[in-house]
Protein backbone atom coordinates (compact mmCIF):
# COMPACT_ATOMS: atom_id res chain seq x y z
CA UNK A 1 0.00 0.00 0.00
CA UNK A 2 1.46 3.43 -0.80
CA UNK A 3 1.33 5.94 1.35
CA UNK A 4 0.38 9.83 0.08
CA UNK A 5 2.23 13.02 1.13
CA UNK A 6 -1.15 13.48 4.05
CA UNK A 7 0.45 10.55 5.24
CA UNK A 8 3.51 11.26 6.57
CA UNK A 9 2.64 13.17 9.47
CA UNK A 10 3.66 11.99 12.71
CA UNK A 11 5.76 9.43 12.26
CA UNK A 12 7.69 10.95 9.30
CA UNK A 13 10.28 10.62 8.06
CA UNK A 14 12.72 8.48 6.77
CA UNK A 15 16.38 8.82 7.71
CA UNK A 16 17.10 9.42 3.81
CA UNK A 17 17.74 13.21 4.15
CA UNK A 18 21.31 13.71 3.07
CA UNK A 19 22.01 16.94 5.23
CA UNK A 20 25.95 16.56 5.83
CA UNK A 21 26.42 18.98 3.07
CA UNK A 22 26.46 22.04 4.05
CA UNK A 23 30.11 23.69 5.32
CA UNK A 24 30.69 25.86 8.20
CA UNK A 25 30.12 29.02 6.19
CA UNK A 26 26.28 27.94 4.84
CA UNK A 27 25.43 27.34 8.50
CA UNK A 28 26.85 30.37 9.74
CA UNK A 29 24.86 32.28 7.01
CA UNK A 30 21.77 30.44 7.04
CA UNK A 31 21.32 30.68 11.24
CA UNK A 32 23.23 35.47 10.79
CA UNK A 33 20.45 35.70 7.86
CA UNK A 34 16.99 33.88 10.30
CA UNK A 35 18.58 35.86 13.65
CA UNK A 36 18.97 39.03 11.40
CA UNK A 37 15.67 38.57 9.68
CA UNK A 38 13.53 37.62 12.49
CA UNK A 39 14.67 40.56 14.23
CA UNK A 40 14.10 42.95 11.65
CA UNK A 41 10.91 41.55 11.65
CA UNK A 42 10.09 41.90 15.10
CA UNK A 43 11.60 45.39 15.41
CA UNK A 44 9.04 46.65 12.98
CA UNK A 45 6.34 45.57 14.74
CA UNK A 46 7.41 46.31 18.50
CA UNK A 47 8.63 49.65 17.31
CA UNK A 48 4.59 50.87 16.86
CA UNK A 49 3.64 51.17 20.90
CA UNK A 50 6.53 53.62 20.86
CA UNK A 51 5.25 55.58 17.77
CA UNK A 52 1.76 55.93 18.68
CA UNK A 53 1.91 59.14 20.47
CA UNK A 54 3.34 60.89 17.88
CA UNK A 55 1.68 59.37 15.13
CA UNK A 56 -1.63 60.48 16.58
CA UNK A 57 -0.20 64.17 17.19
CA UNK A 58 1.14 63.80 14.02
CA UNK A 59 -2.31 62.89 11.53
CA UNK A 60 -4.86 63.95 14.25
CA UNK A 61 -6.31 60.11 14.63
CA UNK A 62 -7.45 58.45 17.92
CA UNK A 63 -5.18 55.94 19.94
CA UNK A 64 -8.01 53.27 18.83
CA UNK A 65 -6.96 53.89 15.35
CA UNK A 66 -3.74 53.82 15.50
CA UNK A 67 -3.94 50.49 17.48
CA UNK A 68 -5.57 49.42 14.69
CA UNK A 69 -2.92 49.89 12.25
CA UNK A 70 -1.13 47.76 14.42
CA UNK A 71 -3.78 45.10 13.43
CA UNK A 72 -3.86 45.52 10.26
CA UNK A 73 -0.37 44.73 10.03
CA UNK A 74 -0.52 41.70 11.54
CA UNK A 75 -3.50 40.71 9.61
CA UNK A 76 -1.84 41.19 6.71
CA UNK A 77 1.05 39.10 7.69
CA UNK A 78 -1.59 36.28 7.36
CA UNK A 79 -2.29 36.64 3.85
CA UNK A 80 1.97 37.22 3.69
CA UNK A 81 2.11 33.55 5.64
CA UNK A 82 0.14 31.62 3.29
CA UNK A 83 1.65 33.19 -0.04
CA UNK A 84 4.81 32.62 1.20
CA UNK A 85 4.33 29.86 2.97
CA UNK A 86 3.11 28.55 -0.24
CA UNK A 87 6.27 29.67 -2.30
CA UNK A 88 8.87 28.16 0.06
CA UNK A 89 7.33 24.87 -0.91
CA UNK A 90 7.07 25.91 -4.41
CA UNK A 91 10.13 27.64 -5.34
CA UNK A 92 12.41 27.48 -2.53
CA UNK A 93 12.71 28.23 0.84
CA UNK A 94 15.64 30.59 -0.50
CA UNK A 95 14.11 32.78 -3.21
CA UNK A 96 10.83 32.94 -0.93
CA UNK A 97 12.70 34.53 1.95
CA UNK A 98 14.13 37.19 -0.50
CA UNK A 99 10.61 37.98 -1.65
CA UNK A 100 9.31 38.54 1.53
CA UNK A 101 11.82 40.62 2.72
CA UNK A 102 11.40 42.85 -0.21
CA UNK A 103 7.72 43.21 0.41
CA UNK A 104 8.71 44.18 3.89
CA UNK A 105 11.20 46.46 3.02
CA UNK A 106 9.60 48.39 0.42
CA UNK A 107 6.15 48.88 2.89
CA UNK A 108 8.41 50.13 5.65
CA UNK A 109 9.66 52.60 3.60
CA UNK A 110 6.56 53.69 1.90
CA UNK A 111 4.99 53.65 5.44
CA UNK A 112 7.28 56.60 7.03
CA UNK A 113 5.66 59.07 4.10
CA UNK A 114 1.99 58.04 4.91
CA UNK A 115 -0.24 61.35 5.07
CA UNK A 116 -3.30 60.28 6.96
CA UNK A 117 -5.33 57.39 8.77
CA UNK A 118 -5.98 55.50 5.77
CA UNK A 119 -2.56 55.72 4.11
CA UNK A 120 -0.57 54.60 6.86
CA UNK A 121 -3.25 51.95 7.24
CA UNK A 122 -2.82 50.38 3.94
CA UNK A 123 0.88 50.88 4.02
CA UNK A 124 0.90 49.04 7.24
CA UNK A 125 -0.94 46.36 5.91
CA UNK A 126 1.29 45.52 3.20
CA UNK A 127 4.07 45.49 5.27
CA UNK A 128 2.93 42.61 6.90
CA UNK A 129 2.48 41.50 4.42
CA UNK A 130 5.84 41.05 3.66
CA UNK A 131 6.29 40.43 7.14
CA UNK A 132 4.30 37.29 7.27
CA UNK A 133 6.77 34.94 5.35
CA UNK A 134 10.25 36.28 6.79
CA UNK A 135 9.73 34.03 9.72
CA UNK A 136 8.87 30.75 8.21
CA UNK A 137 11.02 30.45 4.85
CA UNK A 138 14.11 31.08 7.62
CA UNK A 139 12.76 28.84 9.95
CA UNK A 140 12.02 25.76 8.12
CA UNK A 141 15.48 26.05 5.92
CA UNK A 142 16.86 26.83 9.95
CA UNK A 143 15.34 22.93 10.95
CA UNK A 144 16.25 21.27 7.86
CA UNK A 145 19.96 22.27 7.75
CA UNK A 146 21.10 22.36 11.58
CA UNK A 147 21.73 19.24 13.68
CA UNK A 148 18.63 17.62 15.14
CA UNK A 149 20.13 17.15 18.45
CA UNK A 150 20.83 20.93 18.39
CA UNK A 151 17.76 22.41 16.85
CA UNK A 152 16.05 23.55 20.11
CA UNK A 153 19.28 25.59 21.01
CA UNK A 154 19.97 27.47 17.84
CA UNK A 155 16.14 27.77 17.33
CA UNK A 156 16.27 29.36 20.45
CA UNK A 157 19.17 31.73 19.21
CA UNK A 158 17.21 32.56 16.07
CA UNK A 159 13.67 33.17 18.27
CA UNK A 160 16.24 35.22 20.85
CA UNK A 161 17.13 37.92 18.38
CA UNK A 162 13.68 39.03 19.73
CA UNK A 163 15.65 40.86 22.58
CA UNK A 164 17.92 42.93 20.15
CA UNK A 165 14.20 43.77 18.50
CA UNK A 166 12.92 44.73 21.63
CA UNK A 167 15.54 46.78 22.94
CA UNK A 168 15.98 48.46 19.54
CA UNK A 169 12.73 49.32 18.99
CA UNK A 170 12.79 51.22 22.20
CA UNK A 171 15.87 52.76 21.29
CA UNK A 172 15.04 54.06 18.54
CA UNK A 173 11.51 54.71 19.80
CA UNK A 174 12.54 57.15 22.30
CA UNK A 175 15.62 58.77 19.88
CA UNK A 176 13.33 59.79 17.38
CA UNK A 177 10.41 60.55 18.93
CA UNK A 178 12.34 62.80 21.54
CA UNK A 179 14.93 64.39 19.30
CA UNK A 180 12.36 65.17 16.34
CA UNK A 181 8.93 67.21 15.82
CA UNK A 182 6.36 65.03 16.38
CA UNK A 183 5.75 65.44 12.40
CA UNK A 184 9.14 63.92 11.64
CA UNK A 185 9.73 61.60 14.69
CA UNK A 186 8.41 58.69 13.95
CA UNK A 187 8.71 58.73 9.93
CA UNK A 188 12.12 58.46 10.97
CA UNK A 189 11.90 56.00 13.18
CA UNK A 190 9.98 53.85 10.19
CA UNK A 191 11.97 54.18 7.90
CA UNK A 192 14.77 52.32 9.92
CA UNK A 193 12.57 49.33 8.55
CA UNK A 194 13.74 49.13 5.56
CA UNK A 195 17.34 47.71 5.77
CA UNK A 196 15.90 44.33 4.98
CA UNK A 197 17.38 45.27 1.07
CA UNK A 198 20.65 44.94 3.41
CA UNK A 199 19.93 40.95 4.32
CA UNK A 200 18.57 40.13 0.66
CA UNK A 201 21.61 41.12 -0.85
CA UNK A 202 23.69 38.99 2.10
CA UNK A 203 21.14 36.08 1.32
CA UNK A 204 21.37 36.47 -2.40
CA UNK A 205 24.73 36.02 -2.12
CA UNK A 206 26.15 33.75 1.01
CA UNK A 207 22.87 32.18 2.40
CA UNK A 208 22.54 28.63 0.74
CA UNK A 209 19.29 26.72 -0.69
CA UNK A 210 17.67 24.03 1.56
CA UNK A 211 19.43 21.13 0.38
CA UNK A 212 16.78 18.81 2.15
CA UNK A 213 14.31 20.96 -0.59
CA UNK A 214 16.30 20.46 -3.09
CA UNK A 215 16.35 16.52 -3.18
CA UNK A 216 12.65 16.55 -2.50
CA UNK A 217 11.93 19.16 -5.61
CA UNK A 218 14.44 16.60 -7.91
CA UNK A 219 12.68 13.69 -6.35
CA UNK A 220 8.92 15.32 -7.67
CA UNK A 221 9.87 16.78 -10.82
CA UNK A 222 11.41 12.93 -11.59
CA UNK A 223 8.23 11.22 -10.28
CA UNK A 224 10.15 9.68 -7.63
CA UNK A 225 7.72 10.18 -5.13
CA UNK A 226 3.96 10.15 -5.10
CA UNK A 227 2.84 13.90 -4.86
CA UNK A 228 -1.15 14.71 -3.99
CA UNK A 229 -1.30 14.93 -7.84
CA UNK A 230 -0.69 12.08 -8.94
CA UNK A 231 -2.80 10.66 -5.73
CA UNK A 232 -5.37 12.53 -7.54
CA UNK A 233 -5.86 14.87 -4.16
CA UNK A 234 -5.36 18.73 -3.84
CA UNK A 235 -2.50 20.01 -4.85
CA UNK A 236 -2.67 22.60 -2.66
CA UNK A 237 -0.59 22.99 0.14
CA UNK A 238 -2.85 25.06 2.79
CA UNK A 239 -5.34 22.06 2.36
CA UNK A 240 -3.34 19.24 2.66
CA UNK A 241 -2.40 20.78 6.18
CA UNK A 242 -5.60 20.01 6.96
CA UNK A 243 -6.31 16.06 5.76
CA UNK A 244 -6.15 13.06 7.22
CA UNK A 245 -4.08 12.69 10.08
CA UNK A 246 -2.47 16.60 10.04
CA UNK A 247 -6.19 18.12 10.72
CA UNK A 248 -6.34 17.56 14.63
CA UNK A 249 -3.01 18.71 14.59
CA UNK A 250 -3.05 21.32 12.70
CA UNK A 251 -6.03 22.38 14.57
CA UNK A 252 -4.08 22.13 17.88
CA UNK A 253 -1.17 24.05 16.77
CA UNK A 254 -2.87 27.06 15.06
CA UNK A 255 -5.08 27.20 18.89
CA UNK A 256 -1.66 27.27 20.38
CA UNK A 257 -0.17 29.66 18.12
CA UNK A 258 -3.20 31.99 18.53
CA UNK A 259 -2.87 31.61 22.23
CA UNK A 260 0.49 32.69 22.63
CA UNK A 261 0.03 35.66 19.98
CA UNK A 262 -2.80 36.80 21.40
CA UNK A 263 -1.17 36.95 25.21
CA UNK A 264 1.99 38.27 23.81
CA UNK A 265 0.27 41.38 21.82
CA UNK A 266 -2.06 42.03 24.32
CA UNK A 267 0.63 43.38 26.88
CA UNK A 268 3.59 44.03 25.06
CA UNK A 269 1.53 46.37 23.13
CA UNK A 270 0.07 48.55 26.14
CA UNK A 271 2.89 48.27 28.58
CA UNK A 272 5.25 51.53 27.54
CA UNK A 273 1.43 53.06 27.81
CA UNK A 274 0.68 51.45 31.05
CA UNK A 275 4.46 52.30 32.43
CA UNK A 276 4.54 56.26 31.38
CA UNK A 277 0.73 57.02 31.62
CA UNK A 278 -0.87 55.40 34.03
CA UNK A 279 1.96 54.59 36.40
CA UNK A 280 4.14 57.72 36.02
CA UNK A 281 6.53 56.17 34.68
CA UNK A 282 9.74 58.40 32.60
CA UNK A 283 10.04 57.22 29.26
CA UNK A 284 14.13 57.12 30.15
CA UNK A 285 13.30 54.47 32.70
CA UNK A 286 10.85 52.54 30.48
CA UNK A 287 13.68 52.45 27.71
CA UNK A 288 16.00 50.89 30.53
CA UNK A 289 13.24 48.64 31.67
CA UNK A 290 12.99 47.11 28.30
CA UNK A 291 16.53 46.59 27.54
CA UNK A 292 17.42 45.02 30.91
CA UNK A 293 14.05 43.13 30.18
CA UNK A 294 15.52 42.54 26.77
CA UNK A 295 19.10 41.03 28.25
CA UNK A 296 16.69 38.50 30.69
CA UNK A 297 14.72 37.45 27.92
CA UNK A 298 17.79 36.48 25.53
CA UNK A 299 19.30 34.22 28.48
CA UNK A 300 16.08 32.75 28.94
CA UNK A 301 15.98 31.94 25.01
CA UNK A 302 19.18 30.02 25.65
CA UNK A 303 18.59 28.37 28.91
CA UNK A 304 14.98 27.33 27.30
CA UNK A 305 16.93 25.71 24.12
CA UNK A 306 18.97 24.01 26.30
CA UNK A 307 16.30 22.49 28.07
CA UNK A 308 14.04 21.64 25.03
CA UNK A 309 16.96 19.80 23.66
CA UNK A 310 17.81 18.06 26.81
CA UNK A 311 14.32 17.50 27.99
CA UNK A 312 11.69 18.27 24.82
CA UNK A 313 9.97 20.38 22.92
CA UNK A 314 6.96 20.64 25.04
CA UNK A 315 9.37 21.57 28.53
CA UNK A 316 10.72 23.87 26.67
CA UNK A 317 6.76 25.78 25.90
CA UNK A 318 5.54 24.55 29.61
CA UNK A 319 8.65 25.90 31.96
CA UNK A 320 7.65 29.29 30.16
CA UNK A 321 4.23 29.63 29.97
CA UNK A 322 4.00 29.22 33.53
CA UNK A 323 6.02 32.59 33.87
CA UNK A 324 2.86 34.17 32.12
CA UNK A 325 0.96 32.72 34.99
CA UNK A 326 2.98 34.88 37.34
CA UNK A 327 2.47 37.97 34.57
CA UNK A 328 -0.93 37.83 34.89
CA UNK A 329 -1.08 37.35 39.01
CA UNK A 330 1.52 40.46 39.15
CA UNK A 331 -0.80 42.43 37.15
CA UNK A 332 -4.41 41.92 38.78
CA UNK A 333 -1.70 42.45 42.14
CA UNK A 334 0.32 45.29 41.17
CA UNK A 335 -0.68 47.19 38.31
CA UNK A 336 -1.75 50.45 39.84
CA UNK A 337 1.73 50.84 42.28
CA UNK A 338 3.45 53.96 40.80
CA UNK A 339 6.49 54.13 40.02
CA UNK A 340 8.31 55.83 42.78
CA UNK A 341 11.84 56.64 41.75
CA UNK A 342 13.28 52.99 42.32
CA UNK A 343 13.71 50.84 39.49
CA UNK A 344 13.88 47.72 41.64
CA UNK A 345 11.31 47.95 43.94
CA UNK A 346 8.71 49.02 40.83
CA UNK A 347 6.32 46.07 40.99
CA UNK A 348 5.57 46.21 36.90
CA UNK A 349 9.49 45.99 36.77
CA UNK A 350 9.07 42.64 38.38
CA UNK A 351 6.15 41.83 36.13
CA UNK A 352 7.60 43.01 32.87
CA UNK A 353 10.79 40.76 33.47
CA UNK A 354 7.95 37.27 33.99
CA UNK A 355 6.53 38.13 30.59
CA UNK A 356 9.91 38.65 29.01
CA UNK A 357 10.66 35.05 30.41
CA UNK A 358 7.64 33.49 29.27
CA UNK A 359 8.10 35.01 26.21
CA UNK A 360 10.59 32.47 25.39
CA UNK A 361 8.13 29.36 24.80
CA UNK A 362 8.56 30.74 21.42
CA UNK A 363 11.86 29.76 20.92
CA UNK A 364 10.41 26.11 20.51
CA UNK A 365 8.00 27.07 17.94
CA UNK A 366 9.63 26.71 14.58
CA UNK A 367 11.54 23.58 15.73
CA UNK A 368 8.73 21.96 16.93
CA UNK A 369 6.49 22.76 13.91
CA UNK A 370 8.93 21.93 11.37
CA UNK A 371 9.60 18.50 13.50
CA UNK A 372 5.59 17.81 13.43
CA UNK A 373 5.13 18.52 9.51
CA UNK A 374 6.05 16.44 6.54
CA UNK A 375 8.66 18.19 4.01
CA UNK A 376 5.39 18.90 1.46
CA UNK A 377 3.32 21.19 3.79
CA UNK A 378 6.10 22.15 5.41
CA UNK A 379 6.82 25.81 4.47
CA UNK A 380 3.30 26.36 4.37
CA UNK A 381 2.15 25.05 7.40
CA UNK A 382 4.87 26.51 9.87
CA UNK A 383 4.31 29.89 7.63
CA UNK A 384 0.14 29.90 8.26
CA UNK A 385 0.17 28.76 11.48
CA UNK A 386 2.65 31.27 13.01
CA UNK A 387 0.83 34.16 11.08
CA UNK A 388 -2.36 33.04 11.89
CA UNK A 389 -1.77 33.23 15.13
CA UNK A 390 -0.46 37.01 14.68
CA UNK A 391 -3.62 37.25 13.08
CA UNK A 392 -5.69 36.61 16.15
CA UNK A 393 -3.06 38.77 17.88
CA UNK A 394 -3.91 41.63 16.10
CA UNK A 395 -7.02 41.48 17.53
CA UNK A 396 -5.85 42.02 21.17
CA UNK A 397 -4.65 45.84 20.37
CA UNK A 398 -8.43 46.50 19.82
CA UNK A 399 -9.86 44.29 22.22
CA UNK A 400 -7.55 45.54 25.08
CA UNK A 401 -8.69 49.15 25.10
CA UNK A 402 -12.54 47.85 24.81
CA UNK A 403 -11.96 45.60 27.96
CA UNK A 404 -10.13 48.64 29.71
CA UNK A 405 -13.59 50.62 29.07
CA UNK A 406 -15.94 47.65 30.21
CA UNK A 407 -14.32 47.42 33.14
CA UNK A 408 -13.95 51.10 34.32
CA UNK A 409 -11.33 52.48 32.43
CA UNK A 410 -8.00 50.55 33.97
CA UNK A 411 -6.02 49.73 31.39
CA UNK A 412 -3.68 46.70 33.41
CA UNK A 413 -7.42 45.51 33.64
CA UNK A 414 -7.99 45.51 30.17
CA UNK A 415 -4.75 43.51 29.42
CA UNK A 416 -5.68 40.24 32.27
CA UNK A 417 -8.36 39.73 29.21
CA UNK A 418 -5.57 37.65 27.99
CA UNK A 419 -5.24 35.32 31.38
CA UNK A 420 -7.85 32.51 29.22
CA UNK A 421 -5.26 32.74 26.05
CA UNK A 422 -2.19 31.42 28.47
CA UNK A 423 -4.15 28.86 30.03
CA UNK A 424 -5.68 27.39 25.92
CA UNK A 425 -1.89 27.64 25.16
CA UNK A 426 -0.69 25.43 28.42
CA UNK A 427 -3.47 23.08 27.43
CA UNK A 428 -2.58 22.93 23.75
CA UNK A 429 1.55 22.45 25.16
CA UNK A 430 0.30 19.41 26.89
CA UNK A 431 -1.42 18.08 23.66
CA UNK A 432 1.03 18.21 21.08
CA UNK A 433 3.03 15.28 20.07
CA UNK A 434 6.72 15.46 21.51
CA UNK A 435 9.26 15.51 18.47
CA UNK A 436 12.76 15.82 19.88
CA UNK A 437 14.86 13.73 17.80
CA UNK A 438 12.72 12.88 14.75
CA UNK A 439 14.85 13.01 11.05
CA UNK A 440 13.22 15.70 8.90
CA UNK A 441 13.58 13.81 5.86
CA UNK A 442 14.28 14.86 2.64
CA UNK A 443 11.72 13.81 0.40
CA UNK A 444 8.47 11.66 1.21
CA UNK A 445 7.92 7.53 1.06
CA UNK A 446 8.04 6.09 -2.28
CA UNK A 447 4.99 5.52 -4.31
Not at 85 to 97: F, M, P
Not at 206 to 219: G, I, T
Not at 354 to 380: D, Q
Not at 386 to 392: D, L, Q
Request: net charge positive; hydrophobic share 50%.
Amino acid sequence: MTATTTDISMTDQSPTSNLNGYSTGERAAIIFSCMLGFALDLYDVLIMPFLMGSIQGSLKISLTQVASVTSLTLIGSVIGGALFGWLGDRIGRKQALQLTLGVFAAGSIASAFAWDYTSLAILRFVTGVGLGGEWGAGMVLFNEAWNKDRRGLGSAFIQGSAVIASAGASIVGVWATTSFSTEWGWRIALLTGGTPIILMIFIRFFMPESKAWLQFDRARKSGLVETAKSANKSTNTLLLMFQGRLLPISIMCLVWMMAYMFCYYGIVVFTPTLMQKSLGTPPEVVRNISVIASVVGGCSYICMGLLNDAFGRRFGALLPGLSWVATACGLYAFAHVKYAGNLFGFPMFWVYIAFVIGNSALGVVGTWLSEIYPIEVRSTAVSVIYMAGRGIGSFAPVVVPLAATAFGGELATGMLIVAPAIALFLTMTLLLPETRGRELAAAGRAA
